[in-house]
């Protein structure tokens, strides 16, 4: 049965590809998003896709009266999945107040509305960032978290612990965290897809950049590491997978079949690539040649970090479907229809 789900962050990347699978469950989705690091015209692509535009409301979680106003006189909002926040790790390092403002601010007014409204339901979007470097992989959810590698990845560690002390008081919420590796791709559709705002912080839109024209090389930040080709190892995980993973979860709560009051999952394919393999693989996939060059080492890049997947596997049922050459040739067939849009404008 369909609920109303609000979605902060909805209209970003990740929270997009997550609102189009909720209405494709046949749920209703109202989004939250101050349109920071997005733009309103991906309403116009949910629409495209599911034949929906959804409520959209544009607010600042920081807002407390906005936020307050929103959820004043209704009643009809089920369960939350909160995706709102600022998440380039690099940008954290320069501006860590901007960042801890801004991400624990949200996730605190967000939480009091929730529970003066009576809703008890989120879903929070984390990241495998909480694992620093592991010492064992694949990573499951038993690794310790560690010292955080910046203030974006130490604001989701926070976000994590409010939630789950939140619940550990007796407060009526219950809640999932989702720790994502490495989301890349783009809708089939290409309706929808990364739109990151200047110069990418993120191998893949700096890969199909760089394939588009826009970018002359892709810098490659060091291959002295202890990899197969000695170039970093992560998890690329299908963000249309990913987004299934979140209709998944927040059914498990609305279900009740949660077996906790707070919970997380790692959310990965389970299989780690290195970057000169994603290079590779993106030529076979769109016959796109990247012109790159080794560089040094970025600094704050683990070696290696992918997911072991059996808890989400077995106590989701969710596991990634998507091959890597496929989604790759996704995000290439986004970024093509990105900049002829633009260009149409
Ligand atoms: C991947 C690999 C780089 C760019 C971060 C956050 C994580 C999540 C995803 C938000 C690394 C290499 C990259 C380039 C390169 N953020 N690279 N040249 O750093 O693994 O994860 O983004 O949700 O929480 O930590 O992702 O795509 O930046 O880097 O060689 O121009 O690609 O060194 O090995 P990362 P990334």
């Not at 965290?177 to 490495?182: E, I, P």
């Not at 700096?206 to 024209?213: N, S, V």
């Not at 998507?322 to 900049?339: D, G, I, M, V």
Request: charge should be negative; include cysteine; charged fraction near 25%.
């Amino acid at each position: 049965m369909g609920k109303k789900i609000l979605v902060t962050g909805g209209t970003g990347y990740i929270g997009s590809h997550t609102v189009v699978e909720l209405i494709n469950a046949h749920h209703e989705v109202v989004i939250l998003d101050n349109l920071y690091n997005s733009g309103i015209s991906v309403l116009d692509g949910i629409r495209d896709i599911t034949g929906v535009k959804p409520e959209f409301h544009q607010i600042d979680l920081c807002d407390k009266e906005r936020l307050d106003a929103f959820f004043a006189g209704r009643d009809d909002i089920d369960s939350v999945i909160h995706f709102a926040a600022y998440k380039a790790v690099g940008e954290s390092a320069e501006k860590p107040l901007m960042y801890y403002h801004n991400n624990l601010n949200s996730t605190l007014n967000l939480l009091d509305a929730m529970i003066r409204h009576g809703i008890s339901n989120i879903v929070f979007s984390s990241s495998c960032t909480v694992y620093g470097e592991p010492d064992k992989l694949p990573v499951d959810e038993q690794a310790p978290v560690k010292e955080p590698s910046s203030p974006y990845g130490n604001t989701k560690q926070v976000n994590e612990q409010m939630i789950r002390f939140t619940v550990e008081a007796g407060h009526p919420i219950r809640g999932i965290s989702l720790r994502y590796f490495n989301p890349i791709g783009a809708h089939p559709s290409a309706k929808i897809g990364e739109a990151p705002q200047g110069i990418p912080n993120n191998l893949l839109p700096y890969i199909t950049q760089t394939a588009f024209g826009i970018r002359e090389k892709l810098k490659v930040f060091g291959n002295d590491y202890d990899t197969p080709d000695g170039t970093p190892i992560r998890d690329y995980i299908n963000v249309v997978d990913l987004s299934k993973a979140h209709v998944v979860a927040i059914e498990r709560l609305i279900d009740q079949k949660n077996k906790k009051g707070y919970e997380f999952f790692n959310i990965g394919t389970g299989r780690g690539h290195t970057v000169l393999e994603v290079i590779q693989a993106f030529e076979r996939a769109t016959g796109q040649k990247i012109n790159h060059q080794i560089v040094a080492r970025r600094p704050g890049d683990v070696e290696k970090v992918y997911a072991d997947t059996t808890a989400a596997n077995q106590e989701l049922g969710w596991k990634a479907e998507k091959t890597l050459e496929e989604t790759l040739l996704s995000a290439w067939n986004w970024e093509k229809a990105y900049r002829q849009n633009k260009n149409e404008q």
